[in-house]
C-alpha cells in the first residue's frame, strides 16, 4: 500500500499530513510511530489526518510521535488549516473540528490564526501553573531559558507523582523577556523530548503571564522554532475567551510512503 503525504511544520513543530478524506489510511500505533520516526521514517512530532465532517470543512485527527492519538495540538492545527486550504477546501475563512470541538480560523499568506478552545480554571501551585488549553499544559517560570534543563525537568514532572497517574502532562518553561513578550521552551507528551515549538503550551504560557503578571494581550511568545502570538479576551480570574494562536505554517515537502517496506 502506497501512502501519500505532505510535510508541514509550524515555528519547527513539524507533522505528516494525510488527506484521509477516503478513510483509507491504517491506523495503527506502530505504523504512526514508524513513520514519525526520524531515523527510520519520515520524521515528525506527529501525524495528522484530514477527514471529512458533516457541517464543517473538514475533521483533524491527531496522533503524537509516539503513534498515540493525542489531545489537541495547537501548531498541528494551524499546519492542518493551510494543509486544507491548499486541498482547496476554503478560501481564507474556516470551521472544522477537532478531539477538542469546534475551531474557527483565519488563512492569511503569512500567518494562521487559530482559535483555541476556551479556558477557565488556572490551577496555580507556587511558580507553577496547570491548565488545559485542549492538552494539559503546566506551566514553570525560570529565570535563564537556555539554561532551563527542559529534557531531565520535563520529563520528570511529566512522570512524576503529580501529573503521571493522570496521563503526565506538556511541561513550559517560560522567561519572561519583557513587558508584552515570553521566551517559551517545552518538553512534550508523546513526543518525550524537547520541541520546538508547542501552540497549546505556548498558548497557556500567555494565559498564565496574564492571569499573574497583568501582561495584555496580544503577547509575543519566542520559541526555539520562531515566533508566535496569543491574543484573548480575560473575562474574569482565570477565565478566557477568543483565544487565538497566530502564526507561519509552512509546506515543506510531499511524497510517497510504500507501508509494504516495513
Ligand atoms: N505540539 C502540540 C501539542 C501536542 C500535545 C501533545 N504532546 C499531548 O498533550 O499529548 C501543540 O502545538 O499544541
Avoid: W
Amino acid at each position: 500500500m502506497k501512502i501519500s503525504f505532505s510535510k508541514y511544520q509550524g515555528t519547527g513543530n513539524d507533522f505528516i499530513m494525510i488527506d484521509d478524506r477516503a478513510e483509507q489510511f491504517p491506523v495503527d500505533k506502530n505504523l504512526i510511530a514508524f513513520l514519525c520516526h526520524r531515523r527510520f521514517g519520515i520524521g515528525a512530532d506527529g501525524l495528522i489526518l484530514l477527514r471529512n465532517a458533516e457541517n464543517y470543512d473538514f475533521r483533524m485527527v491527531y496522533f503524537n510521535a509516539d503513534g498515540g492519538e493525542g489531545s489537541m495540538c495547537g501548531n498541528g492545527g494551524r499546519c492542518t488549516v493551510r494543509f486544507a486550504q491548499d486541498l482547496g477546501l476554503f478560501e481564507e475563512n474556516t470551521t472544522f473540528i477537532a478531539v477538542d470541538g469546534e475551531h474557527k480560523a483565519v488563512a492569511c499568506e503569512d500567518e494562521i490564526f487559530l482559535n483555541m478552545i476556551d479556558v477557565s480554571g488556572i490551577q496555580h501551585d507556587g511558580n507553577d501553573d496547570f491548565m488545559n488549553t485542549g492538552s494539559p499544559h503546566l506551566v514553570t517560570y525560570v529565570e535563564d531559558i537556555e539554561a532551563a534543563e527542559v529534557f531531565n525537568e520535563g520529563k520528570k514532572i511529566r512522570y512524576g507523582d503529580v501529573y503521571g497517574p493522570l496521563g503526565g502532562t506538556n511541561v513550559n518553561f517560560v522567561e519572561v523577556l519583557n513587558e508584552d513578550s515570553l521566551y517559551v521552551r517545552t518538553y512534550e507528551r508523546g513526543v518525550e523530548d524537547e520541541t520546538y515549538s508547542c501552540g497549546t503550551g505556548v498558548t497557556a504560557c500567555a494565559l498564565s503571564a496574564h492571569d499573574r503578571l497583568q501582561m495584555e494581550s496580544p503577547i509575543n511568545v519566542k520559541t526555539r522554532g520562531g515566533n508566535l502570538r496569543v491574543s484573548f479576551v480575560a473575562q474574569a480570574p482565570g477565565k478566557f475567551d477568543n483565544i487565538y494562536l497566530i502564526g507561519p505554517a509552512i509546506k515543506v515537502f510531499e511524497g510517497v510512503f510504500k507501508v509494504d517496506d516495513l
